[in-house]
């Protein structure tokens, strides 16, 4: 009886794990923006999880929880990584559409559907390049300081 227990306990959270999944893999391939898509990877990084803990739970051992340790560094990598991304495409772009890096793209790789160009057309504007960047003085030499009256020592 406790058997058949732990095999329904077993189905219904692999059940629930490939739903999961499934809804981070429909999100992933159907949206646009880009904070969207983050977020259903890191769903289908759960749903993964969850499978490995109930299939280390019913063999009664840790490797599920061990794994679910290193799926769960590997989505806080790919947290930073996607704010990262999400800085940049909204710093350059001014939305977080993910059309908009199609000039990214390298030579030969199919473009976007000409609705989807048409659409976009007049919201695209021009990058900024890399000499409107802000720079760094190079190191060993010391940058100019403002002279503040209340720094100065009286003499």
């Known amino acids: 009886m406790t058997d058949a227990f732990t095999l329904d306990l077993l189905r219904n959270y692999l059940l629930l794990g490939a739903a999961l999944f499934v809804l981070g893999i ?3 391939l159907s949206r646009r923006n880009l904070i969207v898509i983050f977020l ?3 769903m289908m990084l759960q749903g993964t999880a969850l499978s490995l803990v109930a299939f280390g739970r019913y063999h009664g051992n840790w490797t599920g929880q061990v794994f679910t340790i290193v799926i769960l560094t590997v989505a806080a990598c790919e947290a930073s990584i996607a704010l990262a991304l999400v800085v940049i495409l909204y710093n350059r772009r001014m939305s977080l559409d993910v059309t908009l890096w199609q000039d990214i793209r390298e030579e030969g790789v199919g473009s976007v559907p000409a609705s989807d160009e048409a659409a976009g057309a007049e919201a695209l ?3 900024l390049g890399p000499e409107s960047y802000p720079s760094l003085t190079p190191a060993g030499i010391e940058p100019a300081h403002p002279v503040e009256p209340w720094l100065e020592r009286r003499k």
């Open 26 to 28: 429909l999100g992933f």
């Open 40 to 42: 259903s990877a890191e």
């Open 125 to 127: 504007e021009p990058a």
